[in-house]
């Protein structure tokens, strides 16, 4: 298990993330890393949080959508390119069935994104969370507001729907550990 474990309240997003997973009562993440996400990611690998990867984002749909038709608690990390990616497949399955996923969605070219190639990544992604149905917050927006993982899956499934939480931060600055 990862140092970034050992500090559940204080420090980076990846040093309390694994905590906010328990707390959350999680009970399956599925992922295509991404460089936000690799050290929350590495935080799990070795929990009684069980962690599925995944080559493409429809499959982590697909793991997850079945998690939680049988009652388990299952969250998508991913980015927001690969998100746009599997539109389609969040649509028809993810949303149509009202599913009560957390997605956890790197925002890459964001405005602490130093990365001007990811710049388009932000407007599309960007737009669809404007136009879409599904209920989205940003992390940086309700980062001092606590366990935002836990509120996320507390309006999924009171609302019956899926959560969207963009992760619009800068890695140097709050991740990486």
Known sequence: MSDCKTSA???TIADR?????QEAEIDLVTSVPDGYLVPLIENLNGSVIQQISAAREEECFGIASGAAMCG???MVMIQNSGFMNAVGCFATLCMNYKLPI??????????FDRNGYDTEKYRYFESFLKHTECFNVSW???????????????HAEAA????II?????PTEDIAC
């Open 9 to 11: 309240q204080t420090g």
């Open 17 to 21: 993330f694994y905590g906010y997973c």
């Open 72 to 74: 388990k608690r299952a």
């Open 102 to 111: 957390v997605f956890l969605v790197s925002h890459r070219g964001n405005f």
């Open 140 to 154: 940086y927006n309700f980062k001092s507001e606590g366990n935002i993982i836990k509120k996320a899956f507390e």
């Open 160 to 163: 019956g729907e899926p959560v």
């Open 166 to 170: 963009s992760l619009d931060i800068s």
